[in-house]
């Protein structure tokens, strides 16, 4: 049931997409709002919810408000606070982040910061644990992760538009 209502989303969402990326080889899955032109990450946290555990690839189209890393990882988030639910984190491997690193001889926290990028990945909600004492506790959050792959699968959203259009 819930792998039906997932694809029941999918197909929703993807019916709403507006065609402002159009010439983009990125599937656009969720609604696009007009005002912003970024993706509606609460479609998103949904579908990785009724998909939990699986992942699943998609793309969109997000304002990167604050950035992180942990163990070599960059968290690119699209709210102020990573733990809020409508924030989607988009995460770059320590070998993806090192590659950035060299070709634009910058962090990708200080590039990204504050863009709207063009993201392709897995979409995966993963379940936080907190922890007392260096122990991990019996509390856990959810957050909702777009995984990126490779280096071309996340770029300026200016940047793509221009060459494409």
């Not at 709210?79 to 001889?105: G, H, M, W």
Request: charged residues 20%.
């Amino acid at each position: 049931m819930r792998l039906w209502t997932a694809l029941l989303i999918l197909l929703l969402a993807g019916c709403s997409s507006t065609s402002q990326n159009s010439g983009s080889s990125l599937p656009q899955t969720a609604k696009i709002d007009d005002k912003s032109v970024t993706t509606d990450t609460m479609a998103y946290r949904n579908l990785a919810a009724v998909i939990y555990p699986r992942s699943f690839e998609t793309g969109g189209v997000f304002r990167v408000k604050a950035t992180g890393s942990l163990e070599g990882r960059v968290f690119l988030n699209t709210e102020y606070d990573y733990r809020d639910p409508r924030n989607i984190s988009i995460v770059l491997s320590p070998e993806i982040a090192t590659e950035f690193e060299k070709k634009y001889e910058m962090s990708p926290e200080a590039y990204f910061l504050k863009k709207r990028v063009l993201v392709k990945g897995q979409l995966v909600q993963v379940k936080i644990w907190f922890s007392s004492n260096g122990k991990r506790s019996n509390k856990y959050y959810y957050q909702t992760h777009m995984r990126v792959s490779s280096l071309d699968d996340i770029s300026l959203m200016n940047a793509t538009v221009s060459n494409v259009g």
